[in-house]
C-alpha cells in the first residue's frame, strides 16, 4: 500500500497572543474564518496535506502556541525585538540543527491600523535570511500562498542539504526509504570523539 504522504514537516506557529495565529492556520486548514476565536491554552494542533508535485505529498503537522507562555517577556519588547529574540532563542535551541523561518505580517486587511509597515517588515526579515509574506484570514489573501511558500522552502532545504530527515522525527519526517545524503547526522558528543582513536 502506498503511503498518504511522503514527508512530514512540523511546523510551529510563533507570535504574540490576539496576532491570529489560530484564525490563519483555521482559514488554511479547515477554510474558515470566525470573528470571535478562543484564545489558545498551551498548544493547539492542525493538519494539512499538500502536493508538491505530481507523486509527492507532504503532510504539514501545525503547532499553534498560546503565544504568551514561554515567551511572555519578549512581549515588553516592541515587535522588531521579539521577532529577533524569538529567532535567536529558536536557532539556539535547535542546534546543531538548521530551521526554515517564514517572517508572517497578518491581518492585512486592517491596514489603517498598521503598526508596522511592509518595507521595515521586508526589511527585518532581509536581516534575517527569511522570506516575507503579508496575509489576511478574513479575507484570505496570501493564506494558501504563505504555506506554500513554507512548503516549498523546507523541500528545498531538505533537497540541498540544508536540512535533513531524521529519525527520531525532531521536523522532518519520511515514510519512504531516504538516501543517506538526505538523513541527519547526530552530532556526535565530545565524550564519544575523544574515545575514538585519531591514528
Request: charged share 25%.
Amino acid at each position: 500500500m502506498e503511503p498518504r504522504w511522503q514527508y512530514q514537516f512540523r511546523v510551529i506557529m510563533l507570535g504574540d497572543s490576539t496576532v491570529g495565529k489560530s484564525s490563519l492556520l483555521r482559514r488554511y486548514t479547515e477554510g474558515v474564518f470566525l470573528d470571535a476565536v478562543n484564545q489558545t491554552v498551551g498548544v493547539d494542533f492542525y493538519v494539512q496535506f499538500v502536493e508538491l508535485e505530481p507523486g509527492l505529498r507532504v503532510k504539514l503537522q501545525f503547532w499553534d502556541t498560546a503565544g504568551q507562555e514561554r515567551f511572555r517577556w519578549v512581549r515588553l519588547r516592541p515587535w522588531g525585538g521579539s521577532v529577533r529574540q524569538w529567532h535567536r532563542e529558536v536557532t539556539d535551541t535547535v542546534q546543531p540543527f538548521r530551521i526554515v523561518f517564514l517572517l508572517v505580517g497578518h491581518k492585512s486587511d486592517l491596514a489603517g491600523q498598521r503598526r508596522v509597515g511592509r518595507r521595515e517588515a521586508e526589511k527585518l526579515a532581509a536581516a534575517l535570511g527569511v522570506q516575507y509574506v503579508e496575509t489576511s484570514a478574513k479575507d484570505a489573501s496570501n493564506v494558501v500562498q504563505a504555506f506554500q511558500m513554507l512548503t516549498v522552502a523546507i523541500y528545498q532545504a531538505l533537497q540541498t542539504g540544508r536540512l535533513a530527515a531524521t529519525e527520531a522525527w525532531d521536523g522532518v519526517k519520511c515514510s519512504i526509504p531516504l538516501p543517506a545524503s538526505l538523513k541527519a547526522r547526530a552530532p556526535e558528543k565530545e565524550e564519544e570523539k575523544r574515545k575514538k582513536c585519531s591514528c
